[in-house]
């Protein structure tokens, strides 16, 4: 009876870790792309102690003006896990729910599914309390530019998924 109530602990144990990650695993892969800059950047940070991870998109849209180009626009909230700043294997980690989350905007061009160098990709990510209607509009603008600059629609004008 102890051995059954073990292993279904550990079984349990397993699925609760795997939900961390299966958010991310579900996004189409020119989106993992801007969560995976985003990561990298946060985790670059001195200041940022522990793993984040992708927790949920707020808004997708991409532009796809031909000739194999898509620009993309996501809005998204990263959040801590228990694990240390550069865990290699997340699959353990589990989020925290004692940190603020951190709130991200990344906007990019990709020629043939990846991800180009130009026009640079835009990657803002501040704590979810310290966020503004400012800084919310300065984002806009700067991703709406980025299209504009190679003359195409504006990401935010797009019908993409939520």
Avoid: W
């Amino acid at each position: 009876m102890a051995a059954m109530l073990l292993l279904l602990l550990g079984v349990g144990a397993l699925f609760c870790s795997s939900d961390a990650n299966q958010a991310y695993d579900k996004l189409p892969e020119t989106y993992r792309k801007g969560v995976d800059l985003a990561l990298e950047k946060l985790h670059s940070h001195a200041g940022i102690q522990h793993h984040f991870l992708f927790l949920r998109s707020l808004e997708k849209s991409d532009i796809e003006p031909g000739f194999d180009v898509t620009y993309i626009y996501h809005h998204f909230y990263l959040k801590a896990t228990k694990c240390e700043k550069g865990t290699l294997d997340s699959s353990s980690c589990h989020f925290r729910n004692d940190r603020p989350l951190i709130d991200c905007a990344v906007c990019y061009k990709t020629f043939g599914g990846e991800m180009e160098q130009e026009p640079k990709p835009y990657v803002h990510c501040v704590h979810k309390p310290a966020l503004t209607e400012d800084m919310a509009a300065v984002r806009v603008e700067h991703c709406n530019a980025l299209g504009y600059s190679s003359g195409a629609p504006t990401l935010l004008a797009s019908t993409g998924t939520k």
